[in-house]
């Protein structure tokens, strides 16, 4: 008769717990055999936990020995091989063995572990039908370390929608729970196109978090800021610099890589530079977040020099190092040098080639008017080239006046997009820069054929502290009535300074006064002139913007900076433009 379980601090099993070698764990195996403490179920769960991060293979040839075993060894096993991914497939072999056995189902320690390994590929495809067998087996099937290991699982594969109802059937959720949901909702906040009310929600459930007394640790905090510099909103990812300050958490390179990001999204390029140049240890993350800042705010030098201090100090660069390099040259000009380091990716720093870099080069060839060269790139490329690169041919087109190549590029995206409202816009901006109405017309009927609506423009302005939402044309402001005043007031002394509204941008062919108005009551006049009557005469106005900035509403600002004596910095969907006393940073090359 077998004596009671042996505990932790039996002197076999404390020598097991310091193997390291192969043969030291044989050595401690054969003495378990011989005495006997191999028939007991705790010392035989250490002996398989411990070999199999040592030799799988040798903690394989002890499973397999074991007459009957039980779902505890069986779990032990699948958890530690789940661990590891190049042992991921013998984890699911054995769970294919309890689902096959006759008297054996798995129990609540056996999912946690195979929902993370289904977390990333390949077996990310295998989630869905283990989380019918928590549904099969399970009674209840609401086990809240499974529900855990579920909301995880979906959050990695950008499911907010079964996230947030896992999340929701949690009674108490812990911080790893918490964690998952803030970080599911972060990812997702810009997957097809900036939706705010993903990062909204985010700032809203970290109140939650804070009122639920879980305390946060620095994975909360990265997703709280990664949200704040989605929507612009720097108050609030001040305030998150400073909780990670006051409650004594780390300043680790992801904490600090996400403020990095976030002061530069968020219009504060000094700041972020500041941050970067204290940081103790910068990686390779730590820089393309500070390239990536000075691109996006045209500073295309500064980053091409951060570039190069970055290769100098013998930090290998990746695939986005390379991408924000080159955006940085694109935004100002700087041809020769981002053809440079496209040319240098494969030769120099060994990365493949992909089509966001391939997006990079069109991007840069057509902002400077060599369409013909950038069209061959396109037809040249080793791939199948996507939509984006179609549409920043397009883009380049319509700017440099080219119906020929502009023409070309919309039937590509036609195909490749039916329903992306964008691609409609552009082309008909394209064909209203040449007043061509009749084609703008037939642009228009095709998007109601096909059931396309255009989206609408969106702006997030920070005020004290709130954000506040504007859309084109929008009246819901509980300060609308200020605010229509306001505009009108804006437009006379924009006409007194000899403004005149660039109306080829509406894509109507209606009387020039009409035109006017639509211009006027674009999202972002909407939220400089609620700016102007709320915020103090001092501040610099902070505009988020879902679009690319139009050509009136750019020249406007320009004026509108001079006239009231305000800063006026707005991100767009590709760039941030500081206008101050009548001119922008951009210096018109955008």
Known sequence: MRGPNPSSNHPTLQLLEKCKTLENLKKVHAHMITTGLILHTYPLSRILLISSTIAFTHALSIFNQIPNPTIFLYNTLISSLANHKSHTHIAFSLYSRVITHTTLKPNSFTFPSLFKACGS?????????????VLKFLEPASDPFVQAALLNYYAK?????????????????????????????????????????????????????QKSLVKANEVTLVALISACAELGAVSQGAWAHVYVLKHNLKLNHFVGTALIDMYSKCGCLDLAYQLFDQMPHRDTLCYNA????????????????????MTLQGLAPDDVTLIVTMCGCSHVGLVDEGCEVFDSMKEV??????????????????????????????????MKPNAVLWRSLLGSARVHGNLEIGEVSIKHLIQLEPETSGNYVLWSNMYASVNRWDDVKRVRKLMKDHGVIKLPGSSLVEIGGAMHEFLTGDKTHPCSKEIYLKLEEMSKRLHEYGHKP??????????????????????ERLAIAFALISSHPCAPIRISK?????????????????????EIIVRDRNRFHHFKEGACSCSDYW
């Not at 729970?177 to 990062?199: F, P, Q």
């Not at 500070?290 to 201090?309: P, S």
């Not at 050509?551 to 004026?559: P, R």
Request: aromatic share 8%.
């Open 349 to 382: 720093y060994g990365i493949e080639r992909k089509l966001e870099h391939y997006g990079c080069l069109v991007d840069l060839l057509g902002r400077a008017g060599r369409l013909r060269e950038a069209e061959e790139r396109i037809l040249n490329m080793p």
């Open 502 to 523: 660039r109306t080829l941008e509406v894509l109507f062919d209606i009387e020039e006064e009409e035109k006017e108005d639509a211009l006027s009551y674009h999202s």
């Open 290 to 309: 500070m390239i990536g800042g000075f691109a996006i705010h045209g500073c295309g030098h500064q980053a091409l020099d951060l570039f190069k201090k």
């Open 546 to 566: 879902n679009l690319r900035v139009c050509g009136d509403c750019h020249t406007s600002s320009k004026l509108i900076s001079k006239i009231y004596e305000r």
């Open 121 to 133: 590929q390949p077996w990310r495809r295998h989630g869905g039908a283990l989380h019918t067998h």
């Open 157 to 209: 594969c950008g499911k907010v929608g079964a996230c947030r109802y896992l999340f929701n059937q949690l009674g108490n959720p812990d911080l790893a729970s918490w964690n998952s949901i803030l970080s599911a909702y972060v990812h997702n906040s810009g997957v097809v196109c900036k939706d705010v009310s993903l990062s909204l929600e985010v700032l809203s459930l970290f109140i939650r978090m």
